[in-house]
């Protein structure tokens, strides 16, 4: 069982280019959300979705675009990659949207913007 | 505005001792709150989960405490072993999703 799964792993962009950090579940979990790392900050809530088809913003939205068009993935788009981009980012599950249920997160992508 | 503060960014404590770390949150109503562990270079791992109706909560040799009048989770662990070194991360429900500290890196020394 994979769980979730995210790539890449690693990557570095220039300033204004754009990328896609991708993110698959196998768990047939509704909910899946995508966080930022870092230091000294806490996991941030970047977007999240309930089902295939709905997507919100979370906490930090600005320059991110999301699109959940099945169940099992859940892609993040920089569109135009700014320094303060650069981040760990974590795309975690779970079964269902506010049940207290634990959320099961990727290994995460490490970005860096030059 | 909404804090969510764990104690300190670093614990260090000896083996066989008792770890406790602090959360503390402000301006949250939080239904439940969580706890992960994160190593270096990986995702948070879930390990206990507490609601608001619960005081205590024990996992073999973890124990979460709650209390919703001082705004408070403290987790134990007990027995400690250098395994047990790693981030803790507590995580609350924070109305529309879950908000998270900024953790605090527990080292167990042999």
């Known amino acids: 069982n994979a769980g979730v799964t995210q790539t890449p792993k690693f990557q570095v962009l220039k300033t204004g280019q754009s990328m896609t950090l991708q993110c698959a579940q196998d768990m047939n979990h509704e909910y899946m959300s995508w966080y930022r790392q870092d230091p000294g900050m806490g996991l941030r809530l970047i977007h999240y979705?309930?089902?295939?088809?709905?997507?919100d913003q979370g906490e930090v939205p600005n320059g991110y675009n999301v699109s959940r068009s099945t169940t099992e993935d859940f892609p993040l788009r920089l569109l135009s990659a700014a320094p303060s981009q650069t981040s760990v980012y974590f795309c975690a599950s779970s079964t269902e949207y506010r049940t207290a249920g634990e959320l099961f997160f990727g290994e995460g992508s490490r970005l860096t913007v030059l | 505005s909404q804090k969510i503060e764990q104690n300190s960014e670093a614990l260090n404590i000896q083996e066989g001792k008792t770890a406790t770390l602090t959360c503390n949150y402000t301006?949250?109503?939080?239904?439940?709150l969580q706890w992960y562990r994160q190593d270096p270079g990986r995702g948070p791992v879930f390990l206990l989960l507490?609601?608001?109706?619960?005081k205590e909560k024990r996992k073999e040799r973890l124990k979460v405490t709650f209390d919703t009048t001082l705004k408070q989770s403290l987790f134990h662990i007990t027995a400690s072993q250098p395994a047990d070194s790693a981030t803790y991360l507590c995580?609350?429900?924070?109305?529309?999703?879950?908000?998270f500290g900024a953790g605090t890196r527990l080292t167990v020394k042999p």
């Open positions: 301006n949250y109503s939080p239904a439940y």
């Open positions: 995580a609350l429900d924070g109305g529309n999703d879950m908000r």
């Open positions: 979705s309930v089902g295939a088809g709905i997507t």
């Open positions: 507490i609601r608001e109706n619960e």
